[in-house]
């Protein structure tokens, strides 16, 4: 109980100076990553303190920021950041690009003491359970986009329920966000043995994430290491997953690539390893994945709609149902991403073996969920994982019955008739709820035009990039 008076009397107080620092245009992620930067400081001290090594430099570790005020802290603190950047292994990940983003010394000071006024050497659990609802209150920022680095924990957990990663195997991450993928996989196999060697090989090879944005790297491999993963060695990296063939196949990979279009200031992609060459971002990671994984490895990934019926996409789908067994789609709800109107899917496939059907799970229609009011919890996705059937896939009971029971959730579809759908579409639906309108929040509904615009300002675009082609043929 103590732990838990602890653990709500810390975020209170992060809380509390977040709000007092956002009045001074200090933003909840700026905040926050300059806490990770001042906590691992201070979590280092208390370490020494206990009699153990410090790597990080004599003159600039947390006693030479404590001592000062004013400029001269704020001197004292920049230059830290800038030496520890430089630093390799563990240091130099969570200090990744590390900036000041708290140009006021007295609110820089107000940091320093919160943090300092606390002790950190509590227990793994609670420290990262600290860390990660901060992570989770951060995704809520709408005005920094956070959101979109923070996947729903019971949304995780339930695709790693029915992935069931192995303590023996390696499990990766390309779009790592915060880490939450990697954080759920290391709870699920570090209780599957006492071995020493297996429980060493889990911290400290098994894992491995990148991830595009300094901040976001700095913040994942903080939440791993307060749970106790990478102690020596992060397992993130600040790396661009689409940019090189992987370096080594896994046996596992959980991930929620980012929606959207790739960034302009991006490298172009010219990979050899793709099965096409496409401008979907989404539609890139999906092929990054499926060459990443070894024969018999098993991925779980979030990907939006158009992933399942882009023309741009269609060679991929038919791969997916020719070269790997893509056994499984779990369409999900609006409302359960901090994203307003996303509208995702979880594909689960595996590697070398072709499909021989597909199972729909529609969590979909009919399913109303807001983060206000009817946050998705894991038990909403009891039926889902039941269905799913993890002890053996191949012994599967369908819900959906034509005659009965034509609103069953669990339906499966051969992939011979899959793959005579045009486009080899993947997009179905077979529940009816009549004619009434859904019942969608005006902003759910903007997002909802703006997707379908911006997949016609895509198609339009790769039109007129034909087009041009086919003019230069000519001439």
């Known amino acids: 109980m103590a732990s838990k008076n602890t653990e709500q009397s810390i975020i209170k107080k992060v809380w509390a100076l977040a709000t007092t620092l956002s009045g001074q245009g200090v933003g909840f992620s700026d905040y926050i990553t300059q806490l990770t930067y001042l906590l691992f400081l201070k979590m280092d001290m208390e370490n020494r303190e206990l009699g153990e090594e410090s790597s990080i430099p004599e003159g600039y570790r947390w006693e030479d920021l404590t001592e000062l005020d004013g400029t001269d802290l704020l001197e004292q603190y920049e230059s830290t950041l800038s030496k520890l950047s430089k630093q390799e292994n563990l240091i130099g990940t969570i200090f990744t690009k590390a900036q000041n983003k708290i140009d006021k010394p007295v609110y820089l000071k107000k940091v320093i003491t919160m943090i300092d006024g606390e002790d950190w050497l509590l227990e793994g659990d609670v420290k990262g ?38 303590i023996t195997e390696t499990v990766c991450d390309p779009a790592c966000g915060t880490g939450g993928f990697l954080l759920a996989a290391f709870d699920y196999m570090k209780s599957q043995s006492q071995d020493k060697e297996k429980r060493r090989f889990l911290r400290n090879e098994a894992l491995s994430g990148a991830d595009i944005t300094a901040e976001v790297v700095t913040l994942a491999s903080m939440n791993l290491y307060l749970h106790g993963v990478g102690q020596d060695r992060s397992p993130i990296e600040c790396a661009d997953s689409l940019e090189k063939q992987p370096e080594k196949l896994v046996d596992v990979i959980l991930a929620n690539p980012p929606f959207g279009t790739r960034s302009s200031a991006s490298v172009e992609i010219q990979r050899e390893d793709f099965i096409t060459d496409t401008k979907n971002n989404q539609l890139n990671f999906l092929q990054h994945i499926m060459v990443s994984l070894r024969s018999g490895g098993r991925a779980a990934v979030v990907l939006p709609d158009n ?15 020719t070269d790997f067994n893509l056994h499984t789609i779990l369409r999900l709800p609006t409302g359960i991403f901090y994203a307003q109107g996303v509208k995702a899917n979880v594909l689960f496939f595996t590697k070398g073996e072709p499909t021989k059907d597909v199972w729909f799970y529609d969590y979909r229609t009919g399913v109303k969920h807001t983060l206000a009011n009817n946050k998705l919890e894991r038990h909403h996705l009891d039926d889902f994982v039941s269905c799913y059937n993890p002890d053996n896939i191949c012994q599967r009971m369908e819900t959906y019955n034509e005659d009965s029971e034509p609103n069953g959730r669990w ?14 579409s993947l997009d179905i639906t077979w529940i009816r709820q009549g004619d009434d309108l859904e019942d969608v929040s005006l902003a759910e509904l903007m997002a909802s035009i703006k997707e379908k615009s911006d997949n016609i300002a895509s198609a339009v675009a790769q039109l007129d990039e034909l087009f041009a082609q086919l003019n230069i043929k000519e001439d």
Do not use: H, W
């Open 307 to 321: 992933v399942l019926f882009e023309a741009s996409g269609e060679t991929i789908r038919r791969k997916l149902l």
């Open 411 to 424: 339906r499966k579809y051969s992939v011979e008739d899959l793959l005579k759908r045009d486009k080899t």
């Open 129 to 166: 359970a600290i860390y990660e609802s901060i992570l989770e209150r951060n995704g809520q920022d709408k005005k920094s986009g956070a959101g979109q680095y923070f996947t729903p924990r019971p949304l995780i957990k339930a695709m790693v329920d029915c992935i069931r990663p192995r």
